[in-house]
């Protein structure tokens, strides 16, 4: 798939099948806060994603160079223990995911994506969109009803405090969701079904929270973090300060012609 952005430059947008060379970026094309970079579940699994799962991950290119990438895993939903979408988001679902592919009776009949990142000089120009869309047609190309997602919601940082339930149902006048990315799905296909309240989780002592982010950590409690959608709970006399993410849960039916 090619398409031109407003700003003149032509993205190609590609499978990681079609395109192996990119199953495992240079590079990490979008930002995010230090401290996100320490989850211990994706410590553990996300960089193998792209090349296990080959055609369920995208990628846009410029020429020769990566821009965009969409990750998603192919995983069974509805079964025994897995009746509704985990509490548990992100990790949950990407245990299930490896869980799955090293079991040669399991058949996966979904896909959960785990990130779309941009690079920061090409946001604003519609891209996440076109890679959420290019999700949808790997996943269902790849014989798969339905692309499940523990979205994090764009500008849920300005509002920590705010519960992720009120949060995730506010909608503008015309009835769309109110946060940018949520509205993004939404408008792609998808269905806000819920709120995963323990989807990723960081843990570290005082010392790395303060390497992290460059805050004091100097009292017991919770304490707003930049890039941080909730606060992180610090316990001084433990030497330790937790970082429990919820994400918002959004289905996707791509059997609708990928629209």
């Known amino acids: 798939m090619t398409r031109t952005l407003e700003s003149g430059v032509t993205i190609e ?5 079609e395109r192996p060379e990119f199953a495992h970026p240079a590079y990490e094309t979008g930002w995010w806060p230090e401290f996100m970079r320490h989850n211990h579940v994706a410590d553990a699994y996300y960089w193998r994603a792209g090349e296990e799962f080959r055609r369920t991950c995208v990628v846009a290119t410029e020429g020769q160079q ?3 990438y ?3 895993v192919p995983l069974t939903l509805g079964g025994k223990d897995r009746e509704t979408l985990p509490d548990g988001g992100w990790e949950k679902a990407t245990v299930w995911a490896f869980h799955d592919a ?10 959960c994506a785990l990130d779309i990142s941009v690079a920061g000089s090409l946001r604003g120009q519609g891209v996440s969109g076109l890679m959420l869309r290019a999700l949808r047609m790997a996943v269902r190309d790849a014989g798969l009803f339905q692309l499940v997602a523990p979205v994090r919601p764009t500008w849920k940082d300005r509002e920590p405090r705010t519960p992720m339930t009120a949060y995730a149902a506010r909608v503008r006048s015309d ?3 109110y946060d940018p990315w949520l509205r993004t799905h939404v408008r792609a296909g998808g269905q806000v079904v819920g709120v995963a309240p323990a989807s990723w989780a ?3 002592s005082l010392r790395q929270w303060r390497e992290w982010t460059g805050l004091p950590f100097d009292r017991t409690g919770d304490v707003d973090v930049r890039g941080a ?5 610090v316990d001084l006399d433990g030497d330790q ?3 429990v993410e919820p994400n918002v849960w959004v289905r996707h039916d791509v059997r609708d012609r990928g629209r």
């Open 202 to 204: 960081v843990h570290g």
């Open 66 to 68: 990566a821009i965009a």
């Open 175 to 177: 009835g769309l969701p």
């Open 13 to 17: 947008i590609s499978t990681v099948a």
């Open 70 to 72: 969409g990750v998603a």
């Open 241 to 243: 300060a937790v970082y």
């Open 229 to 233: 959608l909730v606060p992180v709970h």
């Open 102 to 111: 090293a079991n040669p009776d399991a058949v996966p009949d979904s896909a």
